[in-house]
Structures are given as C-alpha cells and as structure tokens.
C-alpha cells in the first residue's frame, strides 16, 4: 500500500528531527530506547540531503572518534555507516524497527584526521 505525498513527508521530517537531535527522540510517536553510541556518534552530523530512502551526511572529525594514530578510527565508521544506514528505512516509508545490517561494506580513501577531514556519509535503501 503506497503513502501519499503528505505522509511520506511527515515520516521524512520525523526521521530528520530525531536525526538532528543527535538520536533523541522529540515525541513519543517516535521514540527510540536511549542508547550510547548514537549520540557519541551522530554529534555533529549534518544532514546535506533527504530522499526517500536516501541521506547523505558530512561532519567534521571530532577528537572523540580518533585511533591512536590520530585518525577516523575504522569502528567509528563501521558504527556511523549503520546508524545513519538504519536512518534511511523510515525514510523510506518502513517501520522504524524493519531491517538489521548483514553486511556493512566500508572503503576509505585516506585518513581523516581531526577537524581538518569532511567526511560525507551516503546511504541508500537496496533491499528490505
């Protein structure tokens, strides 16, 4: 059964508030059970573009997320990937508690290092 116009875009505005209050939820009709690392996370994350089961992000390394080499750690990464990944299936019209990662497929480029890398995050919805 398809949504129409106005509820697809109050499910989309609905995943951006909780998104841009660093996983904490605004209402009660879209409360998520308090967690640790989304916040630790997602502070910091600017949502550059919204669409139906796709987000893209960019934010600025903080030192909280660094290795011991002074840059992005890869668990970090692999943790950002599937928060903002999970984001993406409300957007695209599914129940918040619909799908779980079985793979996470992660490339980097470079290093990022502190304050000076932007990285962007884009995920899309394949298959749920």
Do not use: W
């Amino acid at each position: 059964m398809g949504k129409t116009e106005g509820e697809e875009k109050t499910k989309l505005e609905s995943v951006k508030n909780y998104l841009e209050n660093k996983g904490k939820a605004s209402t009660v009709e879209n409360e998520f059970p308090p967690k640790f690392l989304e916040p630790l996370v997602l502070d910091g994350q600017c949502l550059q573009l919204m669409e139906p089961g796709r987000m893209v992000f960019s934010m600025k390394i903080p030192p909280r997320l660094l290795n011991s080499g002074n840059y992005l750690h890869v668990g970090a990464i692999t943790t950002l990937v599937d928060l903002v990944g999970a984001a993406a299936i409300p957007a695209a019209g599914f129940p918040v508690d619909t799908g779980v990662s079985v793979e996470i497929n992660v490339t980097c480029f470079h290093a990022a290092y502190v304050n000076t890398s932007d990285t962007d995050t884009d995920t899309s919805i394949l298959i749920i």
